[in-house]
């Protein structure tokens, strides 16, 4: 019966894996990947525009070195905000209207600079294109402080006093809960914007495990394969060989996307070297890093990623089972799709209060719904990396999952014993209340 049960696995894996869908799929997944992680690369190789220099013109029409004055604070406001486009900055004497003539063919910036009675200083920002907002604000910041060192210039006020008046106020942040730190709430706020990238691959891969468990064993159905199959093994066999190729599947396809997100992050290194651009994505994962350092947080991964991997691979095995157990009960991927609809529904509401768990803080209620199955593999890790929850926490979560498990194998196989080989149109959930009721198979 071993054997059986192994040659039924490698078959179901096999029928999964050696697919021109799956090698086309995966073939778009990889070229994604590499295209989503290079694509300011890709588009400087292809002569685009992306993070090329800015070349900017300054006419000044105020005689009061303004053109000098705002050249270099657009420099200062550049190194703060390390902007990765460099600025050229050229001041002009030519005339408003024959530099308007130029920059449509050199698509550069045009500042004029003009003095103001009322507020020292005033400006005209001319282009033959749109500006990038976030550039835009760096010379708006720029003309800013160049507007205030000219008033300085005019007034008795001391340039020492006014930058104490303008700076920023220091502050001292104190929380009086002694369970929360500041650190955490470094931790908070680098979850609610790394996690939902991180959990989506997750999302994608259970709605894609039930689909394809529900799709196999109506296949089987349809064909009537399954009372072949059936009358050489039993259905418990024959269930779990499709519990365990699936997830054996879904592991395999969650390796390679690890691997195709690895290889484009090395291709960006190399090519941001080759051609000289910037190298954001790796700076932002240095910055995670750093913050994971300085919260201590990196000190704990060591035992929170097996957790969490032991969460999502028992959340696999649940979510798993019970699509077999639905599809068992079904003759056609019609009746499928309306019977999974409870599944979906609950993990698309885990997924949007994982995205969403800052806004319960502190909520016990929140804290109920990480240990309930399907909703934990999703919410509780985001909980644990914000310090909402403790390892405790997430021990119960597996703890409760498994006991779902256990009861849904129990109880399942009944089910799948008896629908497996049933065709009957009835109404699905009448057709599995009565299954459970029965209780010789």
Same mark, same amino acid.
Request: proline share 2%; charged share 20%.
């Given at each position: 019966?071993?054997?059986?049960?192994?040659?039924?696995?490698?078959?179901?894996?096999?029928?999964?894996?050696?697919?021109?869908?799956?090698?086309?799929?995966?073939?778009?997944?990889?070229?994604?990947?590499?295209?989503?992680?290079?694509?300011?690369?890709?588009?400087?190789?292809?002569?685009?525009?992306?993070?090329?220099?800015?070349?900017?013109?300054?006419?000044?029409?105020?005689?009061?070195?303004?053109?000098?004055?705002?050249?270099?604070?657009?420099?200062?406001?550049?190194?703060?905000?390390?902007?990765?486009?460099?600025?050229?900055?050229?001041?002009?004497?030519?005339?408003?209207?024959?530099?308007?003539?130029?920059?449509?063919?050199?698509?550069?910036?045009?500042?004029?600079?003009?003095?103001?009675?009322?507020?020292?200083?005033?400006?005209?920002?001319?282009?033959?294109?749109?500006?990038?907002?976030?550039?835009?604000?760096?010379?708006?910041?720029?003309?800013?402080?160049?507007?205030?060192?000219?008033?300085?210039?005019?007034?008795?006020?001391?340039?020492?006093?006014?930058?104490?008046?303008?700076?920023?106020?220091?502050?001292?942040?104190?929380?009086?809960?002694?369970?929360?730190?500041?650190?955490?709430?470094?931790?908070?706020?680098?979850?609610?914007?790394?996690?939902?990238?991180?959990?989506?691959?997750?999302?994608?891969?259970?709605?894609?495990?039930?689909?394809?468990?529900?799709?196999?064993?109506?296949?089987?159905?349809?064909?009537?394969?399954?009372?072949?199959?059936?009358?050489?093994?039993?259905?418990?066999?024959?269930?779990?060989?499709?519990?365990?190729?699936?997830?054996?599947?879904?592991?395999?396809?969650?390796?390679?996307?690890?691997?195709?997100?690895?290889?484009?992050?090395?291709?960006?290194?190399?090519?941001?070297?080759?051609?000289?651009?910037?190298?954001?994505?790796?700076?932002?994962?240095?910055?995670?890093?750093?913050?994971? &350092?300085?919260?201590? @947080? *990196?000190?704990? !991964?060591? +035992? #929170?990623?097996? /957790?969490?991997?032991? $969460?999502?691979?028992?959340?696999?095995?649940?979510?798993?089972?019970?699509?077999?157990?639905?599809?068992?009960?079904?003759?056609?991927?019609?009746?499928?799709?309306?019977?999974?609809?409870?599944?979906?529904?609950?993990?698309?509401?885990?997924?949007?209060?994982?995205?969403?768990?800052?806004?319960? &803080?502190?909520?016990? @209620? *929140?804290?109920? !719904?990480? +240990? #309930?199955?399907? /909703?934990?593999?999703? $919410?509780?890790?985001?909980?644990?990396?914000?310090?909402?929850?403790?390892?405790?926490?997430?021990?119960?979560?597996?703890?409760?999952?498994?006991?779902?498990?256990?009861?849904?194998?129990?109880?399942?196989?009944?089910?799948?014993?008896?629908?497996?080989?049933?065709?009957?149109?009835?109404?699905?959930?009448?057709?599995? @209340?009565?299954?459970?009721?029965?209780?010789?198979?």
């Amino acid at each position: 019966m071993r054997n059986k049960f192994w040659y039924l696995t490698n078959i179901s894996l096999k029928k999964k894996i050696k697919t021109k869908w799956f090698l086309i799929a995966n073939i778009f997944i990889f070229l994604g990947l590499i295209l989503i992680t290079n694509i300011d690369s890709i588009i400087t190789i292809f002569g685009g525009e992306f993070n090329n220099d800015i070349n900017i013109v300054v006419i000044d029409e105020t005689h009061l070195s303004s053109a000098t004055i705002f050249k270099d604070n657009l420099e200062n406001t550049n190194n703060i905000l390390e902007s990765s486009a460099k600025t050229n900055v050229e001041i002009s004497k030519n005339s408003i209207e024959l530099e308007k003539d130029k920059l449509k063919e050199t698509n550069k910036i045009l500042i004029v600079l003009e003095e103001s009675k009322e507020k020292v200083l005033k400006a005209k920002i001319i282009s033959n294109d749109y500006i990038d907002t976030i550039y835009y604000n760096t010379l708006l910041q720029a003309l800013t402080q160049t507007k205030t060192k000219l008033a300085l210039d005019k007034t008795e006020i001391d340039e020492d006093e006014l930058n104490k008046i303008t700076s920023l106020i220091d502050v001292e942040r104190t929380i009086l809960d002694e369970d929360k730190t500041e650190e955490n709430e470094e931790m908070s706020m680098l979850t609610n914007a790394l996690f939902p990238t991180i959990i989506l691959p997750f999302f994608i891969l259970v709605v894609f495990l039930i689909q394809m468990i529900g799709a196999e064993i109506n296949e089987e159905k349809q064909t009537r394969s399954m009372e072949v199959i059936i009358s050489n093994v039993s259905p418990k066999v024959h269930f779990f060989s499709k519990v365990l190729a699936s997830n054996i599947f879904v592991l395999i396809q969650s390796l390679l996307l690890f691997i195709y997100g690895f290889i484009g992050i090395f291709i960006r290194i190399n090519l941001a070297n080759k051609i000289g651009s910037p190298n954001s994505i790796t700076d932002t994962i240095g910055g995670y890093l750093d913050t994971l &350092k300085t919260t201590g @947080f *990196i000190d704990k !991964l060591i +035992y #929170v990623i097996p /957790l969490i991997i032991i $969460l999502m691979i028992l959340s696999f095995i649940a979510y798993s089972l019970v699509a077999g157990i639905l599809a068992s009960m079904t003759v056609n991927m019609e009746d499928f799709q309306q019977i999974q609809t409870p599944i979906m529904l609950v993990s698309i509401v885990g997924y949007y209060l994982a995205i969403m768990q800052s806004m319960f &803080k502190g909520s016990i @209620f *929140i804290k109920i !719904l990480s +240990y #309930v199955p399907f /909703l934990s593999c999703l $919410l509780s890790p985001a909980l644990l990396i914000s310090g909402e929850i403790g390892i405790i926490d997430v021990v119960i979560a597996i703890l409760i999952l498994i006991g779902f498990i256990y009861i849904a194998i129990k109880y399942g196989l009944k089910i799948y014993k008896i629908g497996i080989l049933n065709y009957s149109t009835d109404k699905m959930w009448s057709k599995l @209340f009565k299954a459970v009721k029965q209780k010789e198979i």
